[in-house]
């Protein structure tokens, strides 16, 4: 099976490594071969290239290869949130997710043990299924606009396993 998977030009360089060694590890972990041209090449049997493509996608989604590669753990998922605002409103909702100096970012990490990239007009978001799950419905509740009190009663309780 063969997967095409398109990148931003600026995230390619991440993908290939230095001297090829990220490009050449993601291949030999998820055993497929994989050509970076105008697009990413991804060939091998189907759940490998899929898993592989799920890795590549968090890169071009802003993720730094060692964090995308939990992807290769059966119990993780890849989750991308597409926000179709004009570029004022996408600032500020994204500072909304950040927080001041990254603190509602770091908070929605900690709380869920997801990890969450900010990049072009998405916020993607790796870690196990639940996890994710829990990491996406704090992300929505800021980008909905609902109130930091709100937001921060909800992070308690999921903290709390609730």
Wanted: with cysteine; glycine share 10%.
């Amino acid at each position: 099976m063969m997967e095409i998977v398109r990148m931003p030009a600026e995230r390619k360089g991440v993908l290939i490594g230095k001297d090829g060694r990220t490009r050449l590890e993601l291949a030999k972990k998820t055993h497929t071969r994989i050509a970076v041209a105008e697009d990413v090449q991804i060939e091998g049997e189907l759940l490998d290239v899929m898993k592989a493509t799920d890795i590549v996608r968090a890169i071009a989604r802003g993720f730094p290869p060692h964090k995308a590669l939990r992807l290769l753990d059966e119990e993780c998922t890849l989750i991308v949130i597409e926000c179709r605002e004009s570029e004022n409103s996408l600032k500020r909702l994204f500072a909304r997710v950040i927080g001041t100096g990254g603190k509602i970012r770091e908070r929605i990490e900690a709380a869920t043990g997801a990890n969450i990239s900010i990049y072009g007009k998405t916020i993607s978001i790796i870690g196990e299924y639940g996890d994710a799950d829990h990491a996406r419905e704090l992300v929505e509740l800021l980008l909905e606009g609902r109130s930091h009190g709100f937001f921060f009663g909800r992070l308690r309780a999921i903290q709390k396993g609730l």
